[in-house]
């Protein structure tokens, strides 16, 4: 019995001193690469939280037609964050919009380089490549051409570039390539004031003179807001939904011609809208 109780006391004392010695012994510090780890983590908290204050913000002013300031804050936010491609496709837009043709095609080679599915890199690529001014030194249908067919062929449902290509078409003179392709956008976004308005022109030049006035009269009914969503731009999907920002109509080939002739001198004949239209052609050759 003494020997039980001697076993039992000497076991509890092995405790007692186990216990003592665990609570003398110091809290360990965390290792550097741990202190780094948490601090790297801090940090990167911090880069998300000023990203997304400087996108906003950019978002606000480029919505608000401020381009300029705009442009300055999508390039902060790239600073915090150089792969997102919001970031980059809307600062090449910020700098279409102020006419920095080589900064915007720039921007939007590093957004399909980073993601070769983007349609909207390509068609804003072929936009740049078709935009006739005397500043921008970079017009190229060719090029332009390759782009609306790159991105026609990653998304079907835009319209945008097979009305682009069939504008390239008219330009190179190849009138039943333009024809498919523009009765593909008339079929598939009834509200393409441009699409109609060239269907009637293809039809004008091979005599088929109703066919002509029947689009014409389509085209002049969407451009005086008589259809419900006249306003709807080119760049419409099948739904009728804009997916991508277009400050860039003003760079779209003989856009603006378009849109003059349907809005002015209404009591032109079809034969003398249509000529005129065609030696504002004559000018882009």
């Known amino acids: 019995m003494k020997k039980t109780w001697s076993i039992i006391f000497s076991t509890l004392g092995i405790a007692f001193l186990v216990i003592t010695l665990f609570k003398h012994v110091p809290e360990s510090k965390p290792t550097f690469r741990e202190e780094a780890a948490s601090q790297e983590s801090n940090r990167n908290n911090e880069q998300v939280v000023e990203f997304w204050e400087l996108y906003n913000k950019a978002t606000d002013l480029r919505i608000a037609g401020n381009y300029q300031k705009a442009a300055k804050y999508y390039r902060g936010a790239l600073q915090k964050d150089r792969e997102h491609l919001n970031t980059i496709y809307y600062l090449g837009s910020m700098e279409l919009a102020l006419d920095h043709f080589e900064k915007a095609e720039k921007r939007w080679h590093s957004l399909i380089d980073q993601n070769p599915a983007s349609a909207r890199g390509h068609v804003q690529l072929g936009t740049i490549y078709s935009c006739r001014r005397p500043?921008?030194?970079?017009?190229?249908?060719t090029k332009a051409a390759r782009h609306f067919e790159k991105a026609s062929s990653l998304n079907r449902e835009i319209t945008g570039p097979l009305l682009q290509l069939a504008k390239i078409n008219i330009l190179k003179r190849r009138y039943a390539e333009a024809e498919q392709r523009l009765q593909e956008v008339t079929q598939s976004n009834f509200r393409s004031l441009e699409g109609f308005f060239l269907r009637g022109y293809l039809a004008w030049k091979a005599g088929n003179t109703a066919d002509a006035q029947r689009h014409l009269d389509q085209s002049r009914s969407i451009a005086k807001g008589s259809e419900?969503?006249?306003?709807?731009?080119?760049?419409?999907?099948?739904?009728?939904e804009d997916p991508m920002f277009d400050e860039t109509g003003r760079c779209a080939l003989f856009s603006s011609e378009?849109?003059?002739?349907?809005?002015?001198?209404?009591?032109?004949?079809?034969?003398?809208?249509?000529?005129?239209?065609?030696?504002?052609?004559?000018?882009?050759?």
């Open 135 to 141: 500043d921008n030194s970079l017009f190229d249908l």
């Open 228 to 240: 419900k969503f006249a306003n709807v731009g080119e760049g419409t999907t099948n739904s009728g």
């Open 258 to 285: 378009i849109h003059s002739l349907l809005t002015t001198n209404r009591s032109r004949s079809i034969t003398e809208r249509y000529r005129q239209f065609e030696d504002k052609l004559d000018a882009y050759n």
